[in-house]
C-alpha cells in the first residue's frame, strides 16, 4: 500500500465531485490489502466509507456522507426496494470504481446524504458500516423466530459487532452480549458502552435466541450454531471466508434459522443517518483518527491486533 499523487476525477453525468472529510478503513479493506478478495484486485484505490462536502452541481457547498453502493434502479431488486441485490450493483473501491481513500471522489448525486449541522464528518463516516447494521437488524427484527427480547448475542467487537449491538438497542433489544477475543479491544469496548463485552469461551451453549456473526470465519460460525438455542436465528453479516463451520445437522434436528445479510437498501441507509441524527445509535465518538498519509501504517496496525478503537478514520 502507497501514496500516489493522481489527476482530480471529473464526474459524469448525473454524478457530483465530492472533497473527502472522512473515510473509514473497513474490514473489506482489509481483505482487499491481504489479497484475499477477489473483487478488489490490486492495483485499487480502496475506501468506501466517506463524507465531504460537494464540489460541483447542485449540491455544491453540501456537507454529506456518501451511499457507495450504485445500483440500476429499474431491475426488480430496485423496483422492490431491495437494491442491495441489484445484479448490476457497484460499490466504489470495487473496480470499475474507485476508492474514497482519496481527497475527491465522484460519485452519483442519487447517492449523496445531506447532513445535519450537528454531526460531524468522522460521525458521519460511519453511517456505511452503521447501515451495514441497520439493514441486518431490521431484517432480524422481521424474522418469526428471532426474539429481540430474549438473549442476543454478537459475535466480533469491530465495526460491524459494536455497531450492530448499537442497532439491537435501537431496535427495543436489551439482554445483550457482545462477545471478542482481542483482550485490548474487549477492555476499550467495555470504556465505551453498557453493553457486557465477554470471552467466546465464557458463554454457554444453546443459551441465545439470536447470534449475529459479524465476522463469519469458520470458527464464528461454528460458534454460532453452538451458542443459538434451539428453535433460534443465526444472522450472518461477516465476509471473513466462505469455508465450513456450520453445523448442518443441528440446524436440522433444532430447526435453527440462519440467514445472510448484505450491505443496506437506499432506504436503510438514509433511516441510519437519521437515526444517529437522532441519537438514537449513541454519541458515535467510538473512532480513531488519523491523516491519509498514515493509512499504511494504520492498516498494518490494524493487522497486528494493535488497534483499539472499533473504527480507523483517515483525513485526506
Not at 174 to 203: C, F, G, K, M, Q
Request: proline residues 8%; contains cysteine; aromatic residues 6%.
Amino acid at each position: 500500500m502507497e501514496m500516489q499523487q493522481r489527476p482530480r476525477p471529473f464526474p459524469g453525468a448525473n454524478e457530483a465531485l465530492v472533497k473527502v472529510k472522512s473515510v473509514g478503513i473497513c474490514g473489506s479493506d482489509m481483505h482487499g490489502y491481504l489479497g484475499h478478495d477477489d473483487r478488489r484486485p490490486a492495483p485499487l484505490v480502496l475506501g468506501h466509507e466517506a463524507a465531504g462536502v460537494v464540489a460541483s452541481g447542485e449540491l455544491t457547498g453540501t456537507r454529506v456522507t456518501v451511499n457507495p453502493l450504485v445500483t440500476c434502479g429499474t431491475c426488480p431488486a430496485c423496483a422492490s426496494g431491495r437494491t442491495n441485490l441489484c445484479p448490476t450493483r457497484q460499490i466504489i473501491s470495487m473496480p470499475p470504481r474507485e476508492g474514497a481513500f482519496s481527497q475527491w471522489l465522484t460519485m452519483p448525486e442519487d447517492n449523496l446524504i445531506p447532513l445535519p449541522d450537528h454531526l460531524s464528518f468522522d460521525q458521519a463516516a460511519l453511517a456505511e458500516p452503521l447501515a451495514v447494521c441497520w439493514h441486518a437488524i431490521r431484517l432480524c427484527a422481521e424474522q418469526p423466530y428471532a426474539d429481540l427480547s430474549a438473549p442476543v448475542i454478537v459475535i466480533g467487537g469491530g465495526a460491524i459487532g459494536f455497531g450492530s449491538a448499537l442497532a439491537l438497542q435501537a431496535f427495543g433489544a436489551t439482554d445483550i452480549t457482545l462477545l471478542e477475543t482481542n483482550p485490548v479491544r474487549a477492555s476499550h469496548l467495555r470504556e465505551l458502552t453498557d453493553i457486557p463485552v465477554r470471552d467466546p469461551a465464557e458463554i454457554n451453549a444453546g443459551q441465545a435466541a439470536l447470534v449475529v456473526d459479524c465476522v463469519g470465519f469458520q470458527a464464528t460460525r461454528k460458534a454460532a450454531c453452538t451458542m443459538v438455542a434451539p428453535g433460534g436465528t443465526i444472522c450472518h453479516i461477516g465476509l471473513g471466508d466462505s469455508n465450513d463451520g456450520l453445523d448442518v445437522r443441528r440446524i436440522t434436528l433444532q430447526e435453527i434459522t440462519v440467514f445472510g445479510t448484505y450491505a443496506y437498501t437506499d432506504q436503510d441507509f438514509r433511516d441510519t443517518v437519521a437515526a444517529m441524527a437522532d441519537g438514537r445509535l449513541g454519541p458515535l465518538d467510538w473512532a480513531e483518527t488519523r491523516a491519509l498519509s498514515e493509512g499504511p501504517q494504520a492498516f498494518a496496525d490494524i493487522l497486528s491486533g494493535q488497534v483499539m478503537a472499533p473504527k480507523v478514520i483517515l483525513h485526506p
